[in-house]
């Protein structure tokens, strides 16, 4: 078949924002008023070539430009968590490979909105123990200045007003 030929459903091929959100409604319907809209927002803006500007304006979000900011700040962090354990079906620097190549990509990106937070942030993360995989405690003037940092991180967001994707 053609593309012409498919049916809509046959062509609609959904993100992984979209099953997500697909997978929490059918999982959690009864959750009441919490609306959920999905977001693309990291893969977006690296098929933009990682243009944050060219992202947030394109994408009307300049008001919430900080939001994505810190997001693609956050992503950039689980990039390096998730880098530790390879899927079975995929060799270990095969996987460590391509998440360190999407971290670079949009370190870059951060880089060009505010380069100073970016690698702050970095920083403070890789200096801060992982005690998920159960590393000794960090010294505790590390800790409290990852701690400091986290609370600036999140700072003015208003999880009222959040969509939950």
């Known amino acids: 078949k053609t593309g012409r030929d498919l049916t809509w459903e046959e062509r609609w091929v959904p993100t992984l924002a979209e099953k997500l959100t697909l997978l929490f409604d059918s999982e959690f319907p009864g959750v009441g ?3 959920t809209t999905p977001a693309w927002c990291a ?5 933009l070539g990682g243009d944050f500007n060219k992202y947030v304006t394109s994408r009307n979000l300049t008001k919430q430009e900080g939001m994505v900011f810190r997001h693609l700040l956050r992503l950039i962090l689980l990039c390096g968590e998730f880098a530790q354990i390879s899927p079975p079906d995929l060799p270990a620097d095969e996987w460590r490979a391509e998440l360190e190549e999407i971290a670079s990509q949009l370190t870059e990106s951060c880089r060009q909105i505010d380069s100073e937070s970016t690698d702050k942030m ?4 890789r200096a801060a123990a992982d005690v998920v995989v159960g590393e000794a405690a960090a010294a505790p003037a590390a800790a409290s200045a990852v701690t400091d940092e986290a609370d600036e991180f999140g700072a003015g967001l208003d999880t009222d007003e959040m969509d939950v994707a």
């Open 122 to 125: 970095i920083e403070s993360a």
């Open 43 to 47: 893969g977006d803006l690296l098929e």
């Open 33 to 35: 008023q919490l609306r």
